[in-house]
């Protein structure tokens, strides 16, 4: 029978899969051809395939490891003093990415349908029941993470109509952005794949069975990046290029356009299952940071750890309104995520697998 504080192998797959589709899904489309042009699709591809190879990475250092958390990694890597000091640099960083998701779907519910009610109410209403559902155990978390994942083929299945009068001849001629274009469209991919980092927070729950039930979850990565490329695959058939770089949400003005004889505003079905799917990552998110800051500190839950980290994200959140400010805010995450998700990592599991193993008890 699994326990409260323990997962499955295919529990952690839904639960990096939801940490990872999160608030960018809708802009994921401009972003990526801005820097891309028509071979978007080459970019995301190749963004996906490095980040699973990534992953792969993670599982190899992890199955070597030993049954041990990742942040006890860190604080045996790097010493107690300088360890504690980066978990503590992770819990700022998280409520980092906690806030731009806040901040981001806000405004994208403002500008789409709720023009008219109060930022403080959107926000409000997005943090209470992430706040509930965090203060859960994880088994709890994980098992929620896998019903929301039946949202995801819905999802798709909603665009469907597009391939009706698929318009291929916007991917043509292929590769001709040039090399340059297809590297800088790399930056907004990878992008839109953190999240895949939650393989090292939520493995130490993966108890029964570590080695074979981690192999199930290493793959997360190659799913999210079929989801993504049928997503920028979709709307550059039905979008030219100078369109969809302008196009703030490509997906939504699809959906806009689209009409059945039941259903008038299919872009409200689509957002609906949206708020929800954005809703999980935040949680994903907020369960880790609360989790690692009640065991940093030794308190007694994490309820009171949530409740600062919610009081922190609603008073940014409120105080930054203007759109510069947001890209702002948003333009910091490329270069703090690959610090937390790349390049720590890989130094800390390095140096405890070559120092710090033999010395563990």
Request: include cysteine; aromatic fraction near 16%.
């Amino acid at each position: 029978m699994q326990k409260n504080n323990e997962i499955t192998g295919w529990q952690l797959f839904f639960l990096i899969i939801q940490t990872q589709i999160g608030v960018g899904v809708l802009s994921l489309p401009k972003d990526v051809s801005v820097e891309a042009g028509r071979d978007a699709w080459i970019s995301l591809i190749i963004a996906g395939i490095a980040v699973q190879l990534v992953l792969f990475v993670f599982l190899w250092f992890l199955m070597r490891a030993g049954e041990i958390s990742y942040f006890d990694i860190i604080i045996q890597s790097f010493g107690k003093v300088a360890g504690k000091l980066f978990v503590c640099f992770y819990i700022i960083y998280f409520i980092y990415i906690l806030t731009v998701s806040s901040i981001t779907f806000t405004k994208i519910l403002a500008e789409w349908i709720y023009m008219d009610t109060p930022r403080e109410l959107l926000t409000m209403l997005f943090l209470l029941p992430a706040a509930y559902c965090a203060g859960s155990k994880i088994s709890h978390v994980a098992r929620f993470s896998m019903i929301v994942s039946v949202l995801l083929p819905v999802m798709i299945l909603l665009l469907i109509p597009v391939y009706s009068s698929p318009e291929f001849i916007h991917f043509f001629p292929i590769g001709s952005e040039g090399s340059s274009a297809i590297l800088k469209g790399l930056k907004a991919s990878i992008l839109a794949y953190i999240g895949f980092e939650a393989f090292l927070y939520f493995s130490k729950y993966v108890k029964s069975n570590r080695q074979k039930e981690l192999k199930k979850a290493a793959f997360s990565t190659s799913f999210v990046l079929l989801f993504y490329l049928f997503l920028i695959v979709s709307t550059q058939l039905y979008f030219h290029l100078e369109e969809i770089v302008v196009v703030p949400y490509a997906v939504l003005y699809i959906l806009k356009s689209l009409s059945f004889i039941i259903v008038e505003r299919i872009d409200l079905i689509f957002l609906t299952i949206w708020i929800v799917v954005a809703l999980t990552s935040f949680i994903n998110y907020l369960f880790i940071a609360a989790e690692e800051t009640k065991i940093l500190f030794k308190l007694k839950d994490s309820h009171w750890a949530i409740a600062f980290m919610i009081t922190i994200v609603f008073t940014v959140s409120i105080f930054i309104d203007e759109k510069q400010s947001i890209i702002q805010l948003q333009s910091f995450v490329t270069y703090a995520a690959a610090v937390f998700t790349i390049i720590i990592p890989l130094a800390a599991l390095i140096i405890y697998l070559i120092f710090r193993k033999g010395h563990t008890t």
